[in-house]
């Protein structure tokens, strides 16, 4: 009797080890984990160079018209000087909507100094023509950003990148700039900082 118990106790660890090993084979492989995603789209103003907006200009820009607010941006005073004597402050002001991408003073100081001067000859013509081709007749959110766009020049803008880091790239070959601040809001406008001036072909 001893014996045959046993021998009944063997073979039911016995069969219990082979269901075991027969539901481990058959339980599917873990999933892979999921690759990480990109950066993440801004939903408010990025880039290093936001931080030369002042605090208080900052939180009242989304209450002021958009010349107005550049105005109060130092960084941005020769694009302000130079939008007064094309006489495209009101225009800038009262268009809804736009989109308008901001050289910083830095930007333009890398024009040479005969060039400025050309443009400053003629502020109507040449300096208006150039600063048009800084703006777009639409509201570009930062997700829509990745395209082709045509400026109140007539000449197209073409932007690349993803999450924070979007080049503008022009119509003249090697013209190429980055959004240094993005998507700063004001009452008529969306604003792309700029560290090189937009130039179109010739």
């Not at 050289?103 to 830095?106: A, E, L, R």
């Not at 979007?166 to 003249?172: C, D, G």
């Not at 406008?189 to 792309?192: D, N, T």
């Given at each position: 009797m001893k014996s045959t118990r046993t021998l009944l106790v063997a073979a039911s660890i016995v069969s219990v080890a082979l269901a075991l090993t027969a539901c481990s084979q058959s339980d599917p492989?873990?999933?892979?984990?999921?690759a990480p995603t990109t950066a993440a789209v801004a939903s408010g103003p990025f880039g290093a160079a936001c931080s030369a907006i002042p605090a208080d200009v900052a939180a009242a820009a989304p209450t002021v018209a958009a010349a107005d607010a550049a105005g109060k941006i130092p960084a941005l005073s020769t694009l302000v000087s130079f939008?007064?004597?094309a006489g495209l402050g009101q225009t800038l002001n009262t268009t809804p909507n736009i989109t308008i991408f901001a050289?910083?003073?830095?930007a333009f100081a890398k024009i040479d100094a005969a060039t400025v001067a050309a443009l400053q000859a003629d502020p109507t013509g040449k300096l208006a023509n150039i600063l048009k081709y800084h703006v777009v007749a639409s509201d570009i959110t930062p997700d829509?950003?990745?395209?082709?766009f045509p400026t109140?020049?007539?000449?197209?803008?073409?932007?690349?990148?993803?999450g924070q880091t979007?080049?503008?790239?022009?119509?003249?070959p090697g013209n190429v700039s980055n959004i240094v601040c993005g998507n700063v809001k004001t009452a008529n406008?969306?604003?792309?900082v700029i560290d090189t001036v937009l130039l179109p072909a010739a």
């Open positions: 492989a873990p999933a892979p984990s999921a939008v007064g004597a050289p910083t003073n830095d829509k950003l990745v395209g082709q109140l020049n007539g000449a197209p803008i073409t932007i690349a990148g993803s979007f080049t503008v790239t022009t119509t003249t406008a969306r604003v792309y």
